[in-house]
């Protein structure tokens, strides 16, 4: 056994250099720059997620829980519709995406976005947190940073790395091969694997950003986490375990909020205020 981690590890070691370095978003007001190392391309991973998306859209459809609200989601595709055009102090390309974003009607409290802006917020996040329009544009925009980071990819990098080091390691003991279907795991990814404190830190600072250039207090993201703390004293969402401590999450809210209120005021200006309803 030890001898297959060591060849693991080796072969990881020599599988790095093959990954591809890139830049998925510019700094913005926020200041995010991180080298990012991908070991698949965005075409791969995009391809997977249009379909994994449909699949689930359809399957929501079927049970009866896919936008059974109108005015529920009359009012989220009016939030993002107000986010969207904001992604290009990011990356330019992202205008262009096939953005769709759902609701479902389920008492869990979550949302997320997959690759390319493939998105849904459930019911129980609005309903649980009595959530305003600004505290959900503070959710959603949290959420695309997710998908202008490419944060889903590059954890597929990773895994694709450990797992092809794994194979080649398995092969030379004769245990044989870990593959997974890539449609699978971007579904796996971007609802239920838990992401690194580093990217769920670097989208709580880009969507206050995106909140705050559409016109949305970004100071809700704080309101919106302190309601998250009380949730999750009692009901705690199983997502939030691998999440900054609140703590650690408020301070550096307030700090990125701080930051980016003058676009928050300028958006006010010229009448692109939220009314945080």
Excluded at 80 to 109: C, I, M, N, T
Excluded at 134 to 155: N, P
Excluded at 200 to 225: C, K, N
Aim: proline share 5%.
């Amino acid at each position: 056994m030890m001898r297959a981690y060591v060849l693991a590890l080796a072969a990881a070691a020599a599988l790095l250099p093959g990954c591809t370095s890139v830049e998925t978003t510019k700094a913005g007001a926020v200041g995010v720059e991180r080298e990012q190392r991908m070991a698949v391309s965005a075409e791969e991973v995009a391809a997977s997620s249009r379909k994994a998306y449909a699949e689930m859209m359809a399957d929501a459809q079927k049970k009866g829980v896919l936008d059974r609200d109108p005015a529920q989601v009359q009012r989220v595709k009016a939030i993002v519709g107000r986010l969207v055009p904001q992604v290009s102090a990011f990356r330019s390309d992202a205008r262009k995406w096939p953005w769709e974003v759902h609701v479902l009607s389920v008492p869990e409290v979550n949302a997320w976005c997959m690759p390319e802006g493939k998105m849904a917020i459930y019911g129980g996040l609005i309903e649980k947190l009595h959530a305003s329009d600004a505290e959900i544009a503070a959710v959603m925009g949290h959420e695309i940073a997710h998908a202008l980071r490419e944060h889903v990819r590059e954890q597929i990098s990773r895994q694709v790395v450990t797992q092809t080091a794994v194979g080649i390691a398995g092969a030379l003991l004769g245990v044989g091969e870990l593959g997974q279907n890539l449609g699978n795991m971007v579904a796996d990814v971007t609802l239920n694997l838990p992401k690194s404190r580093q990217a769920e830190t670097e989208a709580d600072r880009i969507g206050v950003e995106l909140a705050a250039r559409a016109g949305y207090d970004p100071r809700a993201a704080i309101h919106l986490w302190e309601k998250m703390a009380k949730l999750s004293e009692s009901e705690p969402p199983k997502w939030l375990s691998t999440h900054p401590p609140h703590q650690d999450r408020v301070k550096d809210l307030q700090i990125y909020a701080e930051k980016v209120l003058p676009l928050y005021q300028a958006a006010a200006k010229s009448g692109g205020a939220s009314t945080g309803k």
